[in-house]
């Protein structure tokens, strides 16, 4: 059964950057889809970013595109997602999960990393 294990979260004033890390274990990591998700109080979760299993291609929810970057590490099993020029809407809890081809979640979620930003 896989785990996945966000960290990297904290609180941060508007315009400040945070690098979430998520490492999962128990299955062939290299060979799936990775995505990060949010999620803000009293909200859904929502879609955040994507990058294929070779790291070749990314995508990214337009709210976030030119402000974050998902890259990832296969060697280590993690993926990453850098978050620079931080808004307060962008307060919720990360998490990551591997997707299929609709972006869609595959596995367990794990506990989540909460970011908070402030105005």
């Known amino acids: 059964q896989v785990q996945l294990v966000e960290s990297g979260g904290g609180l941060v004033q508007a315009g400040g950057s945070l690098r979430l890390s998520c490492v999962a274990s128990g299955r062939a990591f290299s060979s799936y889809d990775m995505g990060w998700f949010r999620q803000a109080p009293g909200k859904g979760r929502e879609f955040v970013a994507h990058?294929?299993?070779?790291?070749?291609?990314?995508d990214y929810a337009d709210s976030v595109k030119g402000r974050f970057t998902i890259s990832r590490d296969n060697a280590k099993n993690t993926v990453y997602l850098q978050m620079n020029s931080l808004k307060p809407e962008d307060t919720a809890v990360y998490y990551c999960?591997?997707?299929?081809?609709?972006?869609?979640?595959?596995?367990?979620w794990g506990q989540g990393t909460q970011v908070t930003v402030s105005s």
């Open positions: 990058i294929s299993y070779r790291g070749d291609s990314t």
């Open positions: 999960n591997a997707v299929d081809f609709q972006r869609r979640p595959l596995w367990y």
